[in-house]
């Protein structure tokens, strides 16, 4: 695998649910981002990783709960959540979280019922 | 508060075209700015970045300009291909601690056969 993988890449779950979404990026980076994209609307940064400490906390709802064991991988575990958190859900990383230049996953498109 | 607004919000041109896609900031105190590409559902792909004391980059077709003191950066594509059909989002990032990218809205290029 190159670059930056997310995992499940759709995602349907009831308003109950709890689940995660994963991220793993193999370009050596020391930063990971997560990112939410709703239609209408720019992407908005939701948490921000530096070498596995948390740096930047964006007011999101507590039912979003990230977690960054080690500084390839980062899991966005979700539960609890609304209709309007559908969205598709980006992650990213970058070599310093100080203006290098970011790369992103895929996304998972999350569809909450 | 830094503002990205990108210009115009939908492109409609005949292959072989030579076009311009608009960015404009608020704030002329930024780090860099880059360009990404998104296909639809998909994740971003990351284009160009300039660096603050740059004026632009290239890559292959696409030339990226930044004029900061105007406020605006302009990403050129020339020789257009049915297979650049896609959104092109501009994003600044700030001087400064904080450093974390503001989004504009996207350009949706549409480029026919």
């Known amino acids: 695998e190159t670059g930056v993988t997310q995992t499940p890449r759709h995602l349907v779950m009831g308003m109950t649910n709890k689940k995660s979404l994963k991220c793993e990026q193999h370009l050596g980076h020391n930063a990971m981002y997560w990112y939410k994209q709703s239609a209408k609307k720019p992407l908005e940064l939701m948490f921000v990783?530096?070498?596995?400490?948390?740096?930047e906390n964006n007011s999101v709802p507590s039912r979003f709960s990230p977690e960054c064991p080690n500084s390839s991988h980062l899991f966005l575990h979700l539960h609890t959540l609304q209709p309007e958190d559908s969205a598709l859900y980006l992650c990213?990383?970058?070599?310093?979280?100080?203006?290098?230049?970011?790369?992103f996953g895929p996304g998972t498109r999350l569809t909450v019922l | 508060k830094q503002e990205v607004t990108q210009i115009p919000a939908a492109l409609s041109v005949p292959e072989g075209e030579n076009l311009v896609l608009n960015c404009s900031f608020t704030?002329?105190?930024?780090?860099?700015l880059q360009w990404f590409r998104q296909d639809p559902g998909k994740g971003l792909t990351s284009l160009l970045l300039i660096q603050s004391s740059q004026r632009e980059q290239t890559s292959g077709r696409l030339n990226a300009s930044l004029d900061k003191s105007s406020g605006r950066s302009t990403l050129y594509i020339a020789a257009s291909q049915p297979g650049d059909s896609a959104t092109y989002l501009c994003?600044?990032?700030?001087?400064?601690?904080?450093?974390?990218?503001?989004w504009g809205l996207g350009t949706s290029l549409a480029v026919n056969p």
């Open positions: 990213a990383s970058s070599q310093d979280h100080i203006g290098s230049g970011q790369f």
């Open positions: 994003a600044v990032a700030n001087a400064g601690n904080n450093r974390k990218l503001i």
């Open positions: 990783y530096s070498l596995e400490e948390r740096v």
């Open positions: 704030d002329s105190a930024i780090y860099n």
